[in-house]
């Protein structure tokens, strides 16, 4: 054991350091070696559009490059090809998935996302897989990942509020999130970790088939929606999902996270809250 000299950190000093990185988000020690996120954010931007927005634009006819003097050593580039293959076996362990419990079951399975490895639980869903109506938010937090279902801190409480203010509960509604695994710290899911779980969320919605898909929040819009807009351009805009071969009209609705940070644009949501009731009315959803 090595002897503590003068220059060491006593206890003390350690544990507030300690302190300090949790109280900044830093909840979690996740891996020795160093990550290119440039290179696996390009990577796993370009699976997320070849999943559900657009194929991939056409490569330029390959050109002779005449000789160079010098030979360049290209760096290997490993991510994009990792991204690949991740998403490849997540698209085909979403497939092969018949019911949601067969797709709770593949994602226990999964290991292709990291997120797995520093979470507590699976975060799979809450509310009624026969809803008409499902809801989609960013990520668990502590409170989801500690108790294992959706929307069950702050966040959730505000969102039963915005239900309840039309009628709806959570045995009226599917709630599930972009990621199923809390990331560390409460951080923004990365495009890498979105884009392994987007198979399953897909595969998730297609199960469900509800008449209308709610995207709560910029990172449940971005990754579901073609489209990079700001939320505030965004909310109380519809879309038309489509997934499995068939269409299902989605509403980008505020996060009530950010309602939270910002009660002011409670009134905005209450706005969202009822063009959704307006368009229940209008496909005859009524409980
Ligand atoms: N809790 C969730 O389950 N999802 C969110 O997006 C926020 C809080």
Redesign the pocket.
Known sequence: MPIADETSPDASALAQLLRWYADMGVDAAIDAAAHDRFAETAAAKTAIREQIHEPRPPRPPATRQPPTAAPHKAKPVVAPLAADVVVQSAAEAAASAQNLDELRAKLLAFDGCGLKATATQL?FADGNPEAPIMFV?????AD?DRIGR??V?R??QLLDKMLAAIELDRSKVYIA?IVPWRPPGNRTPTPLEAAACLPFLRRQIALVNPKILIC??KPSCHTLLPTKDSMMRLHGRWFDYDVDGFTILALAML?P?YLLRTPAQKGLAWADLRALAKKMKTLGINF
């Open positions: 975060v938010g960013e990520a668990p937090g989801e959706p929307f801190g966040a959730g999130n709560l929040g996060h996270a």
